[in-house]
């Protein structure tokens, strides 16, 4: 459609969920993202982030997927993955729990940073079931079209691989749960790490190493789950965004 932004998706994500973008709703999703940016919006993460999960991660090597719900709706958050932060914002309260279940059960050091890029390179999918999200209004864009393409991914991946582990943390994500056979995959479910349920079970639930023990009696290596410092982070970083931007 003429005045559309050309949308990059990584080659072995686009030849399986590629055509999902070409759909009627996709395109009014497209549509509604154009006219909010028109009205003066504020809507993250920026328009070369939004399938930056998929660019970090390839089809064949995910090993791991963590589910968030939309994106971080305060400036400079949101950079695509679920979770993550980019080094020297703040990291949030969700994350920060993260961290503490990480250091209590294979006592890493909490790193000097929030930027989880390393773990999408080392096959640990991060994605929100919502891509994209408004400043200062969380769910903003719920329910306007991310919701099926998230949903055919995830389906998509359940269905074409197996063996691997989903992190369903609070009731939003463990919905998408209905999509993926536990029979060939391990599902990990438990409350949310943010700080209105992370006590309820998100702490001491040992996702973490459940995740590795799994891989690792399937023949596969577990995941590295320490994060480098900042510096090497964020070079890191420089060089993803080149990928994504060309």
């Known amino acids: 459609m003429a005045g559309e932004p050309v949308i990059r998706l990584e080659p072995s994500w686009k030849a399986r969920i590629g055509?999902?973008?070409?759909?009627?709703?996709?395109?009014?999703?497209?549509?509604?993202?154009?006219?909010?940016?028109?009205?003066g919006a504020q809507v993250y993460p920026p328009g070369p982030r939004l399938f930056a999960a998929f660019d970090a991660t390839p089809f064949d090597q995910v090993k791991v997927v963590i589910l968030g719900q939309d994106p971080y709706h305060g400036p400079g958050q949101?950079?695509?993955?679920?979770?993550?932060?980019?080094?020297?914002?703040p990291v949030p309260p969700s994350l920060?729990?993260?961290?503490?279940?990480?250091?209590?059960?294979?006592?890493?050091?909490?790193?000097?940073?929030?930027?989880?890029?390393?773990?999408?390179?080392?096959?640990?999918?991060?994605?929100?079931?919502?891509?994209?999200?408004?400043?200062?209004?969380?769910?903003?864009?719920?329910?306007?079209?991310?919701?099926?393409?998230?949903?055919?991914?995830?389906?998509?991946?359940?269905r074409e691989r197996e063996g691997l582990v989903f992190m369903l943390w609070g009731s939003y994500a463990q919905a998408k749960g209905?999509?993926?056979?536990?029979?060939?995959?391990?599902?990990?479910k438990a409350p949310h790490p943010s700080p209105l349920s992370a006590y309820r079970g998100f702490f001491g639930c040992g996702h973490f190493t459940a995740a590795n023990e799994y891989l690792a009696r399937r023949g596969q290596a577990?995941?590295?789950?320490?994060?480098?410092?900042?510096?090497?982070?964020e070079a890191m970083l420089a060089e993803h965004a080149v990928q994504i931007e060309r």
């Open 222 to 233: 577990p995941v590295d789950w320490s994060l480098p410092p900042r510096a090497e982070v």
């Open 19 to 39: 055509d999902w973008l070409l759909r009627p709703e996709m395109r009014e999703l497209s549509a509604f993202l154009r006219q909010r940016k028109a009205a």
């Open 178 to 188: 209905r999509i993926i056979d536990s029979r060939r995959h391990r599902v990990l």
């Open 96 to 158: 920060e729990n993260i961290f503490k279940e990480i250091g209590t059960e294979l006592g890493l050091p909490r790193p000097d940073h929030g930027c989880l890029l390393p773990w999408a390179r080392r096959g640990v999918l991060l994605l929100n079931a919502v891509l994209s999200v408004e400043q200062g209004k969380a769910g903003a864009h719920q329910g306007k079209g991310w919701e099926g393409f998230t949903d055919h991914a995830i389906e998509t991946l359940a």
């Open 78 to 89: 949101a950079h695509g993955l679920c979770f993550s932060v980019l080094p020297g914002v």
